[in-house]
């Protein structure tokens, strides 16, 4: 089967956003939602979550998933918001636990955060698989970015979070805590095992050094043909070795420390004070 896949560029953190649907029906599923996030003022807005919602209400859509590839770092995601509105289970990867470790002690948390998932409406182990209408999707653990991300497989189509990107910019970064340029590598080799045919969806784009315009379906036959990092046959070594070196060339995302806090409770915002207020940390010299 092919599912129906309508995407939503983000243009302030480069973020695609899909809306995937049965096409034997009106089920549909949510991946990687934003909500938008003014860092300097400390607001926050839902306009890129209403456009999904838009789109959803328009084409008589029933929202049977929310789905998160991984903990995002650079933007934050609006899935309570959608599912307060639309309905929908929202599911991420099992290992999101490792993460919620990792970084409530980053952020000081305290024994009230629970790190045990259950933020989350369903957690997801390699192998598992869900129904989208009459139409099953197979979860497919892709670490090495983060230690929970997955890619989900709809049918026809791969949706791959960060993993990849567009054949030419290559792949994700892995000096996050618990990331792994050798674990990514393994991750990459499974998902170009699938199908030469099989659409794959990538989580960002920022337009490749000679292309005009922003792009996010390519396919496996593509990917492994062409993929700056990994394509032609690229070997495990030499690709550990460049994603190690251009890491350490990298800043951190600009939206990291709001996103990471919000995320890990499945886009929730930290708990209000005796007067309602929320509130973000800050931890200095931690990442």
């Known amino acids: 089967m092919s599912p129906d896949v309508t995407a939503f560029f983000d243009d302030a953190t480069n973020t695609i956003s899909y809306v ?130 997955l890619t989900y497989v709809l049918g026809d189509a791969a ?7 567009m054949p030419d910019f290559g792949t994700a970064r892995c000096d996050f805590p618990g990331g792994s340029s050798e674990v990514l590598y393994a991750s990459i080799q499974k998902i170009l095992s699938l199908p030469d045919a099989t659409r794959i969806f990538v989580g960002h784009d920022y337009k490749a050094p000679g292309r005009d315009e922003y792009a996010w379906e390519s396919t496996v036959g593509e990917q492994k043909a062409k993929n700056v990092h990994v394509g032609a046959g690229r070997d495990r070594d030499s690709f550990v070795k460049m994603r190690n070196e251009r890491d350490a060339t990298l800043a951190m995302p600009k939206l990291i420390i709001p996103s990471l806090q919000i995320n890990m409770r499945a886009g929730r915002m930290p708990p209000a004070d005796d007067k309602g207020d929320v509130f973000l940390k800050v931890p200095l010299n931690k990442l």
């Not at 959608?82 to 990792?102: F, S």
């Not at 698989?129 to 892709?142: K, P, W």
């Not at 949706?159 to 990107?165: C, E, H, K, S």
């Open 159 to 165: 949706f791959v979070g960060d993993t990849l990107f």
């Open 20 to 149: 995937v649907r049965d096409p034997a029906g009106r089920a549909c599923a949510i991946i990687d939602s934003v909500l938008d996030f003014d860092y300097a003022s400390g607001r926050t807005d839902t306009r890129s979550a209403d456009r999904i919602i838009a789109h959803v209400t328009a084409n008589g859509l029933e929202v049977q998933w929310l789905l998160e590839t991984h903990v995002h770092a650079d933007h934050l995601s609006a899935a309570p918001y959608l599912q307060e509105r639309l309905g929908g289970q929202i599911g991420i990867g099992e290992k999101i636990r490792e993460v919620q470790d990792t970084f409530g002690k980053v952020f000081n948390e305290g024994t009230e955060f629970q790190r045990d998932g259950s933020q989350f409406d369903r957690l997801f182990v390699e192998g598992d698989s869900f129904h989208l209408g009459q139409m099953r999707g197979d979860v497919l653990q892709t670490p090495g970015h983060t230690p929970a991300c």
